[in-house]
């Protein structure tokens, strides 16, 4: 949840092949670039390894997004709302 507007994400994972990203899939509400975001998100990360999610820098992200956020943290951390879900996930299933 992103504690400046509400936005809230509910993001699954489902691993194949040890620690390669399956599928993903995510529900959420908030405002279009949380939503939008986590959606390409969905798309960047399906199919690559655990290990090169938890290590991508959030440039690639906001450069798939193509919007200038930098400038505006309130919206910077929408746009990056889904991205911290998932590296928490990841964080926890490695940590099991």
């Known amino acids: 949840q992103n504690p400046l507007c509400g936005d809230e ?3 699954t994972i489902r691993f194949a092949d040890g ?3 399956d ?4 529900e959420g509400r908030g405002c279009a670039i949380s939503q939008a975001a986590t959606s390409m998100l969905t798309e960047l990360v399906e199919g690559r390894e ?3 999610i938890a290590a991508m820098p959030k ?3 906001l450069d798939e997004l193509g919007v200038p956020l930098q ?3 309130a919206r910077l951390k ?5 991205l911290g879900v998932t590296l928490a996930i990841l964080g ?5």
């Open 59 to 61: 440039e690639e992200l």
């Open 71 to 73: 400038q505006n943290p």
């Open 19 to 21: 620690d390669r990203i």
């Open 78 to 82: 929408c746009a990056l709302l889904g």
């Open 50 to 52: 655990a290990a090169e």
């Open 9 to 11: 994400v509910s993001i």
């Open 92 to 96: 926890r299933d490695r940590q099991r």
């Open 23 to 26: 599928a993903i899939r995510f």
